[in-house]
Nanobody, 122 residues
Framework: QVQLVESGGGLVQAGASLRLSCAAS????????IAWFRQAPGKEREFVAA????????LYGDSVQGRFTISRDNAKNTAFLQMDSLKPEDTAVYFC???????????????RGQGTQVTVSS
């Protein structure tokens, strides 16, 4: 069964850190570009970060640049999103996605997870 499963979300105070994980099963994540998106209630989906399958290209949304870091562990078939200096405006459901065609996945993606809730209190 092909799936992506996120974990690591939770409730933290502003300034804290969280590390999200995205575990893939049923396919080889190492040959896929990966990305993280987030969606807050009443808002559109927002691009957070992306990492090319080669590992040579990373992209970040303007609102998280310098605070978040995307990475992957191909041996574990897992991707990560390290989130530092969290702000209340980072509160959202975060989900990971995988696609072989593009890195930014603006036009969509082949696989996505269900998401994990991140809540940052002030």
């Amino acid at each position: 069964q092909v799936q992506l499963v996120e974990s690591g979300g939770g409730l933290v105070q502003a300034g804290a850190s969280l590390r999200l994980s995205c575990a893939a099963s049923g396919f080889d994540l190492s040959i896929y570009n990966i990305a993280w998106f987030r969606q807050a209630p009443g808002k559109e989906r927002e691009f957070v970060a992306a990492l090319a399958w080669t590992g040579r290209s990373t992209l970040y949304g303007d609102s998280v640049q310098g605070r978040f870091t995307i990475s992957r562990d191909n041996a574990k078939n897992t991707a990560f999103l390290q989130m530092d200096s969290l702000k209340p405006e980072d509160t959202a459901v975060y989900f990971c996605a995988a696609d072989r065609r593009t890195v930014t996945m603006r036009a969509g993606f082949e696989y996505r997870g269900q998401g994990t809730q991140v809540t940052v209190s002030s």
